[in-house]
């Protein structure tokens, strides 16, 4: 595909997404929160470096993955594979409000549970909660929040010898037959985690209410570097989103930066600053320019809309006055 038909631009029972498995996980919920993702064939995947591979290798058409989350930070796996591994490009993301709940097999009473099952991130977000409610009782790790949820649906021998609880989204005790005990146990109510889809190819047309990132890779470390990089956003008046290092993996104190700022690489202002940080720098990477997320998008979107083309207008009025040549 082109960049003029990106595969996130438009979707349906043809498309092919991977996503990190197995089913009930956050990044599912995130992708059903998406009409036309939710209409697509879903395939879950055992990892994320398998989602990747599947993207990669044009077994699926998008593979939709989480990048960040509000505690915990960037999900280094998946920017470390974007930058250095793979050349895929973000086609769109998607923000969640991640909310945990305790669930048991139906008629397991909360005084009684006795352990906990989840992935160690999921249980450490929810210490208060498990400090006030169950205390005393053990955890369990799995390998993930869904996965508890299905290995105690189950009646898995591992965790069926003792009354046991998973912290799951809700969409796995819908799955796996589990009844909700305690609704959004979590310690942040505020969580959030933000999701990409990716494809081999293609950036989506913009909209008005953009995102874009990029990996920047230094000529050499000097005084000033970072410096002269925000230097180029500054000048244009171009708002930066985020901002972070990572090592470049080949030396020690060698760093390349991650940046997310606003707007498209078909505006103007957006490609004179890629283009003058390409002649600069030793390497730029492209990652992608897409639909930023927000409950307030889509009215962006069209108020940006309507702006451009009343000035597209007011430019063709005034070109029609120009004396013929």
Not at 30 to 59: C, I, K, T
Not at 81 to 108: C, K, N, W, Y
Not at 299 to 317: K, P
Request: hydrophobic share 45%.
């Amino acid at each position: 595909m082109g960049a003029d038909a990106s595969p996130g631009s438009s979707a349906g029972a043809n498309l092919r997404i991977a996503f990190l498995g197995p089913e009930g996980t956050f990044t599912e919920e995130a992708l059903l929160s998406q009409a036309d993702y939710a209409a697509a064939r879903l395939l879950p995947h055992d990892s994320l470096a398998e989602v990747l591979d599947a993207v990669g290798s044009g077994r699926v058409d998008l593979g939709f993955v989480p990048i960040e989350n509000a505690i915990e930070g960037t999900v280094r796996d998946i920017i470390d594979s974007l930058v250095f591994d793979v050349d895929l490009r973000i086609q769109r993301e998607v923000v969640l409000d991640v909310h945990l709940h305790l669930m048991a097999p139906h008629g397991t009473p909360l005084a009684a549970v006795e352990r906990v099952a989840s992935i160690p991130v999921a249980t450490a977000q929810c210490r208060k909660f498990l400090g006030e409610r169950l205390p005393g009782v053990s955890t369990v790790a799995t390998e993930s929040t869904a996965d508890a949820a299905r290995l105690l649906g189950a009646g898995d021998p591992s965790l069926a010898s003792r009354p046991t609880a998973a912290i799951a989204p809700r969409l796995a005790a819908e799955l796996y037959g589990l009844e909700i005990l305690a609704e959004s146990v979590e310690d942040h109510p505020d969580n959030q985690t933000r999701f990409v889809s990716l494809a081999r190819t293609g950036i989506p047309a913009p909209t008005g209410h953009d995102r874009t990132s990029i990996a920047c890779f230094q000529s050499a470390d000097h005084p000033g570097s970072l410096y002269a990089i925000l230097g180029h956003f500054a000048a244009r008046n171009i708002n930066l989103t985020k901002l972070e290092s990572r090592p470049t993996k080949q030396a020690l104190g060698d760093y390349c930066f991650i940046i997310d700022f606003e707007g498209h690489v078909a505006d103007a202002v957006v490609g004179d600053c890629l283009r003058d940080l390409r002649a600069e720098l030793a390497g730029v990477k492209f990652l992608g320019s897409y639909p930023a997320a927000g409950e307030a998008g889509e009215a962006i979107r069209e108020e940006a809309g309507a702006s451009s083309r009343a000035a597209g207008a007011w430019l063709d009025g005034l070109r029609a006055e120009v004396a013929p040549g």
